[in-house]
Each structure stands twice: as structure tokens, then as C-alpha cells.
């Protein structure tokens, strides 16, 4: 209860701070730019000294989308947005042809928020003789879950946000923590290739049942929905049975002892109690900075921040999300 409390008061004081910024930024003007040469030299166009903000999207937008929007308008003197369904980063077996493309939706939020200047919907973003991608095979990115699941998942999403950080050429990149893997793999494309650009992760922004926003919740029939919310609640046994460990440990309480495999199987059990849930296709616990797996028999000791991260079928959807689990001596 106090968890749901506490979650209820963070939309409050978000929806608070949303109503500020659409206030300060009402009466914007979205300039749309349809190819790549043009959002060149929109870009080429702004003050040299301007602070530039980026939030790349697939579209099909949601309040996690807007929340990035919101917050690079605060930090920076120009927002731009892109749309662009990026095809590869798509399975040859995947939704890459009925993933959800809102165009008019889109633009009418995009309007309504206030918080973006530049739109770039580029209809290209591939030549027929395109050969060059950025790929992180041989690293143990290839050995994440979501990469053995997806492969060639990786490979997209590196080339793909490597282009729209060429073209665009941010002063900060704007991108959600529910695709944890791939904050990762940005933070670390960015700093191998000596990019000058700054990449800001913002928090999973959630539904009032818990369940992550994702534009693939759309897919979720009338009695999917309901019950998609196990997910977070999977996560939220792990944090609490993280959280007692702790205590205990602090308590110096006998036999106090808590392995990864253990906040596996606390996750694991909550997921399989849903007759819906139809697959479970991972339940990662990674180090919190490097997406570097923990070992099942590790013992959880203070200082050792991680991720849960999972992904299963709800029907016949696949959706994903995370939690952060902090040691309570390290830095929120």
C-alpha cells in the first residue's frame, strides 16, 4: 500500500510539473521535415550556441514519449522528435509490418503538447545499396537475453540511433529506462565512437495498474489488459524481497541470505500464477551499469545495484520491462 501510495503521489507531482511546462510552451510552432537533407539544414539553420534536445521515436505514441518531450523542452533551447519505424531492428519473423502507425495521432499530440520544435519523419532512412552498420557483435551484448531472442536486434538499434545522432547532431538524447538494454548499448555506442552528444535516461512512466507504457500495449485484447499488470507486479516482489534481504542484512540477522537465483524464482512464480501469461522468454538480473549478467549462486550483498529485467507473452504479445533494485547505500 505504501508503494502504491508513493507511486500515486510521483504522478501527482508529474502531472504538476507537465501542466508547467505545456503552459510555458503553448503556441509553439512544429516545423515538419520529411527527408534527411532537410532536417539538415533546419539543423545547420540554429544558433550555434543553441542547446539542442532529442527524442527519437518509432511513433504510435504514448505519455512515455510525451514525458522525454516534456523534460528535453526544460533542458534545452530546441526539442526535435523523430518519427521513424526502423525496419532493422525487426526479426524477419516480428510485427515490423502491423506495428502501430498513427501518423495524424501523432502530430495532433505532438501539437498539443507544446514541447517540440522539429519534427523529423524522414520517408528514408536507407539507400536500395545501404551496406554499413554499426554492430556489436563479439561483445556480450550477442549474449544478453534480448539478444538471443531478437538477433540482429542490437545491430538496428546501434545503426539506426548512430544515423538520426548524425543527422540530428543533439546536445542530449532523450530515451526511457523500460528498454534497459538498449540505454546500455546507447550509452556505450556513444561514448566508443566519441559522439558529442550526452545521453539522459528518463524513468519508466507507467499506467495507474503498473503495467510499463508501450506503444505495443495496443495489441492487448479486452481480457489481456487487465491482467497485463502481473508483469509489474512480478518486478515489484523481486524489489520487495530485495528490500528485506537488506533489512536483515543490516539487522545482522542469521542466515540472511538471498542469491540471484532466488529473485528469479520470486519473479518466476508471480508470472506463472497468470493463466494469460503464455510464454516467459527471459528473467535477466544484470548489473545495473553494464547489462553484464549475474552469476545464479551470487549472494546479494550491500553495493550490488542490478536490474530485473523480463520478457513474456500475454496472449499472444510480447512486452518487456525492468526494475532498478539499488543497494540502500547507493545513490538514487
Known sequence: RQQEEERRSHHTIAAMSVAATAAATIGKRLSVHRTINAMRQARKALDPTAKVGFVPTMGALHE????????????NDIVVASIFVNPTQFGPNEDLDKYPRTWERDNQLLQ??????????????????????????????????EALVRPGHFRGVATIVTKLLNIVQPTNAYFGQKDAAQCVLIKRLVADLSMDTNVVIGETVREADGLAMSSRNAYLSAEERPVANVIYQSLLAAKELHLTHAQQQSNNAPNASLTIAGLRSAVR?????????????????DDNHTMEPLPDDMVVA????????????????????NMVLLSPSSPP
Do not use: W
Open 302 to 321: 550491500p553495493g550490488n545495484d542490478m536490474i530485473v529485467s523480463l520478457a513474456c507473452q500475454v496472449g499472444k504479445v510480447r512486452l518487456i520491462d
Open 269 to 285: 512464480s508471480v508470472l506463472e500464477r497468470e493463466p494469460l501469461v503464455q510464454a516467459i522468454q527471459y528473467i535477466a538480473i
Open 112 to 145: 498539443e503538447t507544446g514541447a517540440v520544435d522539429m519534427l523529423f519523419a524522414p520517408t528514408q532512412m536507407y539507400s536500395d545499396d545501404h551496406i554499413m552498420y554499426v554492430d556489436p557483435q563479439g561483445s556480450y551484448f550477442d549474449q544478453l537475453p
Open 64 to 75: 512515455g514519449h510525451l514525458s522525454l518531450m516534456r523534460k528535453a523542452a526544460l533542458e
